[in-house]
């Protein structure tokens, strides 16, 4: 018998497993809902005091009433068209200025201080003066949130442009490409996994700012729903609409999942 | 179209990176410029093709590239340069849809190309799917696309692995034989250099300056992997090479 045979023979252990992130189904889903149980629970129960928080079935229940009266609609719709129209018009502008800062140093030496200034300005305080400047109705609506979304969008957008692939430009410079073929089968295409992941936060800002744009003089919509509930204590219509905004918040992510995955598809 | 090159030299600020070089690129030959790392091979290349200007000397062409040709100097790059969001027919026609041709004419070209390069089932597979040698195929049959005048390219087997290597070298080969092209080619491997140039530019290291010129008369297709004759032509570059590639290599970087 050879030396190595008398050798105990152990099993090396297996030391690398961890901090891989894994997809998993249905967790999420689970999360939601547990918590909703328990307070479902808590509250029939009465260790959740009826004041402290409405009863998700009550909240259900509401929700149907709503949805039954038509009411439902004509609270989203109005909040929906604010959105869309206020967060493309924010969004495209802050896409344009923020490749444009990508592209020209000029504008990124003359912009990028006034972004960093307009930046931390909480935009609901300049709602009275979006007001006087557009009026009450719609326009100053579509304002704030078109503001509120901008700042982000920029910031993402020139950030975008700034990491595209430089050898890829000097590429397309070798081979004779003019400047706005460059731009546009290069450095857009090249910049949109930054620009999509910077409008998932923009169009998040989006819906707060539409809630706070409602709270002030809206007849109709999801902000003006939850803040005449809100003044009357009425929990169950208030969490009624705090569950349509976080429904919205889920759609426009999954919407921007969807586009990744349709218009990055080339990604590694 | 032959080039010139006339008392080229290069500064990066402070650094001292290119001295007094002059060199003539003939019409139909392979020009292979070596040296040790850091010697500003890459950089002399891309002063040939315009992507920077000189400091001091300058870049010449002498006559006037064939008409049919689309962008004279072209170049092939160590990373391939491919847009990763379009396919491998994407991305030959990125080279030619800023020139005035027909859609038809366009698409002989792309299946010309192609089919010189073996690639021709793939042209619908996008960059991730491909290999580093497949991409380096796609990125030749691009650069074929244009009918340069010259090709630039830049240490373009270096990302490879080395039976990878081999395989594209013969294409070359293959290519070259079929249709002979000028080429500027920047290695540090002295197996490619002796394969392919029918010159080989030794550079000293930094600041880089001519040391020797090697001209190799066997044509390329008798230059076979393993073949003795090369080897010792290898072992004279080594030789030329191996002193400054140690002091190189010792000296501290200040970028």
Not at chain 1, 57 to 74: H, P, R
Not at chain 1, 88 to 101: E, F, K, N
Not at chain 2, 42 to 69: N, W
Request: hydrophobic content about 50%; glycine content about 10%.
């Amino acid at each position: 018998m050879s030396e190595s045979e008398m050798k105990q023979a152990k099993k090396v252990t297996f030391r690398g497993g961890g901090f891989i992130t894994q997809r998993k189904r249905g967790v999420g889903v689970v999360v939601f809902v547990l918590l909703i149980l328990l307070a479902e629970w808590g509250t029939r129960s009465g260790v959740i005091s009826a004041l402290t928080l409405p009863r998700p079935s009550d909240v259900a229940a509401t929700f149907g009433e709503l949805y039954a009266s038509g009411l439902l609609f004509k609270h989203l719709i109005p909040s929906l068209t604010r959105l869309v129209i206020g967060a493309s018009m924010g969004a495209v502008i802050g896409i344009s200025v923020g490749v444009l800062i990508g592209l020209f140093s000029l504008a990124r030496a003359g912009l990028v201080p006034l972004v960093a200034a307009i930046f931390p300005i909480p935009k609901i305080a300049l709602l009275p003066l979006f007001v006087i400047w557009f009026g009450i109705d719609e326009a100053s609506k579509y304002a704030l949130i078109a503001f509120g979304t901008f700042t982000p969008t920029v910031v993402a957008a020139y950030a975008a442009v700034d990491n595209v692939d430089r050898s890829l430009i000097r590429m397309g410079q070798s081979f004779g490409l003019g400047w706005w073929s460059i731009v546009s089968k290069i450095v857009l295409p090249g910049a949109m996994p930054g620009i999509l992941s910077g409008l998932r936060v923009s169009l998040t800002i989006a819906i707060i700012l539409l809630v706070a744009a409602e709270m002030l003089g809206a007849e109709y919509g999801i902000g003006a729903y939850i803040l005449e509930a809100g003044s009357l204590y009425d929990l169950e219509r208030l969490f009624a609409g705090v569950v349509i905004l976080s429904l919205l918040g889920v759609a426009v992510s999954s919407a921007i999942a969807a586009l990744e995955r349709r218009v990055l598809r080339w990604r590694v | 179209m032959d080039l010139r090159l006339d008392n080229i030299s290069h500064h990066y600020g402070e650094t001292e990176v290119l001295r007094d070089i002059s060199l003539e690129i003939p019409s139909g030959q392979i020009v292979c410029l070596v040296g040790p790392s850091g010697c500003g091979k890459s950089t002399l290349l891309r002063l040939i093709g315009g992507l920077e200007e000189p400091g001091g000397g300058q870049v010449l062409q002498l006559g006037d590239a064939p008409e049919d040709c689309l962008n004279p100097l072209t170049y092939i790059f160590q990373d391939f340069a491919l847009l990763p969001w379009r396919t491998v027919r994407g991305n030959i026609a990125l080279a030619l849809e800023d020139h005035r041709m027909g859609a038809a004419a366009r698409d002989d070209i792309i299946a010309d190309v192609l089919a010189r390069t073996k690639l021709s089932e793939f042209a619908d597979a996008l960059p991730k799917q491909l290999s580093g040698g497949m991409k380096q195929r796609v990125a030749i049959a691009r650069a074929l696309a244009v009918r340069p005048a010259v090709m630039l390219m830049d240490e373009p087997l270096s990302a490879l692995d080395s039976q990878t290597r081999e395989l594209l070298m013969d294409d070359l080969v293959g290519l070259w034989t079929r249709q002979p092209f000028t080429a500027v080619y920047v290695t540090h491997n002295l197996a490619e250099a002796v394969r392919l140039g029918h010159k080989i530019v030794v550079l000293s290291r930094r600041p880089g300056q001519i040391r020797e010129v090697v001209t190799l008369d066997t044509p390329l297709t008798d230059r076979a992997y393993g073949d003795a004759a090369l080897e010792e032509q290898q072992q004279y570059l080594w030789g030329l090479m191996r002193e400054e590639a140690a002091a190189a290599d010792a000296e501290l970087i200040h970028v």
